[in-house]
């Protein structure tokens, strides 16, 4: 499993409270990813990370913003949620560089009323 | 402008029948590109990548520049090949390992 786990894996929240989802490796892995994985939309990037403080926007950034303060943890923040967060929110990272060949984590469900 | 199309949301054979399941991409020139696959309360996982020219569970695909495509294809499905497929291309705006998705096909095999 590469040593990915995110948590919370379920979370209901109400319109306009702030939410952080919490991306943690177990290795010392350069490359994480946040995707949201939406029907009819397949998976999209939100943030991605290639160092420690070190991120940037990926397709479907804004509402998002991302911490990545040492290598093992990546967070994802949505500052006031909205309905239209509500999704399934993967982890990845890459262990071999920039190949393409990621390790996703079990996702994250967020519910937001 | 980037792009990876899978054209089909449900694809639904019974049990030993051929699968194929398309993916077209739009890129400018030498595509990476990749199968996930996620079954049932699974991660999702890489399946192949083209440049390994494997073959993985049975499955094979073949990347056809003329038709921009990479179809994922198994002669015989199983019923344990029920899942959802996604195929992906590398970005090559920058050297940062991102994925472009496709929006997933969910395969469907009955016994």
């Known amino acids: 499993d590469a040593g990915i786990t995110q948590s919370p894996r379920h979370k209901v929240t109400e319109t306009g409270t702030p939410v952080t989802l919490r991306c943690h490796q177990t290795e010392n892995h350069r490359y994480m990813y946040w995707y949201r994985q939406d029907p009819g939309h397949g998976l999209r990037l939100i943030h991605y990370?290639?160092?420690?403080?070190?991120?940037d926007k990926g397709e479907v950034s804004d509402g998002y913003s991302v911490s990545r303060s040492k290598t093992e943890d990546f967070l994802l923040t949505l500052e006031s949620a909205t309905s239209s967060q509500t999704s399934v929110y993967f982890c990845a990272i890459s262990v071999t560089g920039t190949t393409g060949e990621l390790f996703f984590g079990e996702g994250s469900r967020l519910t937001v009323l | 402008a980037q792009r990876v199309t899978q054209p089909e949301k449900l694809l639904s054979v019974f049990k030993g029948a051929p699968v194929e399941l398309k993916c077209n991409y739009s890129y400018s020139g030498s595509p990476e590109l990749f199968w996930y696959v996620q079954y049932s309360r699974q991660r999702l996982q890489l399946l192949l990548r083209h440049i390994s020219r494997e073959s993985i569970k049975g499955f094979t695909a073949d990347l056809n520049k003329g038709e921009t495509s990479f179809h994922l294809k198994k002669p015989f499905a199983q019923e344990e090949d029920s899942a959802m497929y996604y195929c992906a291309l590398l970005s090559g705006s920058s050297n940062t390992g991102k994925l472009i998705f496709g929006q997933g096909t969910t395969l469907q095999v009955k016994p």
């Open positions: 990370s290639y160092g420690v403080k070190d991120t």
